[in-house]
């Protein structure tokens, strides 16, 4: 089944520690985003990607970090920059098809710092 | 201004209850709108999109209005499964690119 998965799904992390949220997908989805959310707050963009080897930053791309050197992959690496990293991640994808460009999420990542 | 606005609620009513909600968008160009549904601590999911002339899913129906630059969604017969944040989105066109805009959501409690 295609889809796209998002690991792990609990993270912890220490102060001034770098981590790699991995985010993969097999819809064949030309767009990935990576999005934050803090409790019972929306959805705020971090990065987003069009194609291979190019993204874009979003509204709070301070402290953050990806690549895309797949297709299929999206990995955000959230830096020791980042003040406060704790949150709940998620990465979606969508295919454009004609004016309908609906995302598909994965299942989210927690992050959490101790 | 918000690219995409929402009231956040919660909004309170009972089982069988209509309830509407709305979202005004920006960005004149925006293409796409689509709601979605959050349950607590979980991915969104979508729940159906908008299209002009308007649609309607069982007892969820959904309206666009370019003019005045807002979607609505309108649920009849409520049930206390409905409970959950609905965002509005919204495909705003930045460069060539299509770019999906969240609203912050509204949050639905429906009681017994």
């Known amino acids: 089944d295609g889809g796209i998965t998002q690991s792990p799904k609990y993270l912890f992390r220490k102060e001034g520690q770098n981590v790699t949220l991995s985010c993969e997908q097999n819809?064949?989805?030309?767009?990935m985003y990576w999005y934050r959310q803090d409790p019972g707050q929306g959805l705020r963009l971090i990065y987003y990607?069009?194609?291979?080897?190019?993204?874009q930053k979003g509204d709070i791309a301070e402290g953050y970090s990806v690549s895309r050197e797949k297709k299929e992959s999206f990995p955000l690496t959230v830096t020791s920059a980042q003040k406060n990293p704790t949150a709940f991640y998620l990465c979606?994808?969508?295919?454009?098809?004609?004016?309908?460009?609906?995302?598909?999420f994965g299942q989210g990542t927690r992050l959490t710092v101790v | 201004r918000k690219e995409v606005e929402q009231d956040p609620g919660p909004f309170n009513v009972p089982e069988g209850a209509t309830v509407a909600f709305n979202c005004t968008y920006s960005?004149?160009?925006?293409?796409?709108f689509f709601w979605y549904r959050q349950d607590c601590r979980k991915e969104p999911k979508l729940l159906m999109s908008?299209?002009?002339s308007g649609n309607e899913d069982g007892r969820f129906t959904a309206q666009l209005n370019r003019a005045s630059q807002y979607i609505s969604l309108l649920i009849r017969d409520s049930k206390l499964s409905d409970s959950a944040t609905y965002l509005c989105?919204?495909?705003?066109?930045?460069?060539?690119?299509?770019?999906?805009?969240f609203g912050t959501g509204t949050r639905l409690l429906v009681s017994p």
């Open positions: 908008v299209y002009s």
């Open positions: 989105v919204v495909n705003g066109r930045n460069t060539g690119f299509q770019k999906l805009v």
């Open positions: 960005n004149s160009a925006s293409q796409s």
């Open positions: 990607s069009q194609i291979v080897n190019d993204f």
């Open positions: 819809l064949n989805h030309d767009a």
């Open positions: 979606a994808s969508s295919r454009e098809q004609g004016r309908r460009t609906e995302a598909f």
